[in-house]
């Protein structure tokens, strides 16, 4: 086991409020890394000694950001769809079913090699922990070989059968949801940590709120914890749902009525906003300051997926949090960090203190503020700390 001492580190975010809330702000800092582990973290001048030593430059680290919403495993691409809708064709997640079919005409090594170049792309603007949620396969088999393939690449699995209905269950949701409740969940179940729903009853195409209520309490039965993609296109029955059944996460909140917004508030469930997603649909954001201002706790994530938004940038959803939803840059930068990691009910994770992992992301700049300050320029990138 060797242990390394970083220093030359001109701003450390810890989100350890020991050192000062919210951010934990550390000026000249080091951090002692054993073993994957955070070992040691505070001002450079009282750091121990350690078997090596590197040295950041003065640059600005941060705990590496934890994306809490992405649908990673699937083939093809929307780029038609994208070019349609910036000319003023309406997002209503139609556009899944030609996804849905090109993942299932996939092979496996297709598969895997799209989600391994997407989790590499991740890692280079700072990502080092990412939730990946089946939902393009539809079928039994099709939706095991989605976490199976996720599983690869992270703990954090979701079951997301109920992400749309599938083109040969037209006009018998209720037969498709039996479907993911029953034989899809038990084989999906083994792999995975989470189970989702798309509960939308302003699309045609996803679930209502009774449909939602159904695979969710089949996933908990199943020891599943719970997500939902909830109030993304209308204010439906979503938000209040997850927060009845103690979801980990309500995702999208983009339309919120004020009996939401408290239900949030006074829960456990974290509310997690998905800009880039209001970006590439070109509608409006999300409410951030209203959900903050109540006490309800914010995650931002990417959701990267090929229809509704094909970003994989944290910065990108920091810059457009800050720019568009006037979150401050630290709440923002909490939220990406330590905000998805409450999403994730992980405590290991989002935050830089002794036992939490060496999940690190170094800046070429002198603080966390150049992410929102510097929008589009890649200054962030995971620390690869055997380099
Ligand atoms: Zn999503």
């Given amino acids: 086991m060797t242990s390394t001492l970083l220093t030359g580190i001109g701003e450390l975010v810890t989100n350890d409020e020991r050192f ?6 550390v000026q000249d800092a080091a951090v002692v890394v054993e073993d994957g582990r955070v070992a040691w973290v505070g001002p450079r001048r009282g750091a121990p000694t350690a078997d090596a030593r590197r040295d950041l430059g003065g640059r600005a680290v941060v705990p590496g950001f934890v994306d809490s919403h992405a ?18 064709t309406p997002y209503d997640g139609g556009g899944i079913a030609s996804t849905v079919a090109a993942t299932r005409a996939a092979t496996e090594e297709e598969l895997r090699g799209t989600l391994r170049r997407l989790v590499a792309e991740m890692r280079a603007q700072g ?57 899809m969940l038990t084989a999906c179940a083994p792999r995975a940590r989470w189970v989702d729903v798309f509960c939308e009853p302003g699309s045609a ?18 020891g599943l914890g719970l997500r939902l993609h909830a109030n993304q296109l209308s204010a439906g029955p979503g ?15 983009t ?43 914010v995650a931002l994530a990417t959701d990267c997926n090929p229809g509704s938004g094909y970003s994989s940038s944290m910065p990108l959803a920091v810059a457009l949090a800050v720019r568009e939803m ?14 998805g990691a409450a999403a994730l ?12 992992r060496a999940d690190l992301a170094v800046l070429d700049a002198p603080s966390y503020l150049h992410l929102a300050y510097r929008p589009g320029v890649p200054l962030v990138r995971a620390l690869e700390l055997d380099a």
């Fill in 20 to 25: 000062g809330g919210p951010l934990g702000l």
């Fill in 71 to 88: 649908h990673l495993v699937f083939a093809g691409d929307r780029a038609a769809e994208f070019e349609a809708r910036m000319a003023g």
């Fill in 127 to 183: 990502t080092t922990t990412v939730e990946v949620k089946g939902g393009y396969g539809l079928t039994v088999e099709d939706e095991a070989r989605s976490v199976r393939l996720a599983r690869e690449v992270t703990e954090e699995v979701t079951f997301l059968g109920a992400h749309v209905v599938p083109s040969e269950y037209a006009g018998r949701a209720d037969d498709y949801v039996a479907l993911v409740a029953g034989p």
């Fill in 205 to 222: 195409h996803a679930f209502d709120g009774d449909q939602a209520q159904v695979v969710l309490e089949a996933g908990a039965a199943a």
């Fill in 239 to 253: 938000v209040r749902l997850a927060v009845e059944l103690g979801a980990a996460s309500a995702d999208h909140c």
């Fill in 255 to 297: 339309h919120l009525t004020d009996a939401d917004v408290e239900a949030l508030a006074g829960s456990s469930t974290v509310a997690t906003l998905l800009p880039t997603i209001e970006f590439s649909t070109r509608s409006p954001y999300p409410d951030a300051r209203r959900l903050i201002d109540a006490g309800a706790t």
């Fill in 326 to 339: 006037r979150m401050t840059p630290a709440e923002a930068l909490w939220s990406a960090t330590a905000g």
């Fill in 345 to 356: 009910r992980r405590t290991d994770v989002g935050v830089l203190r002794p036992g939490a």
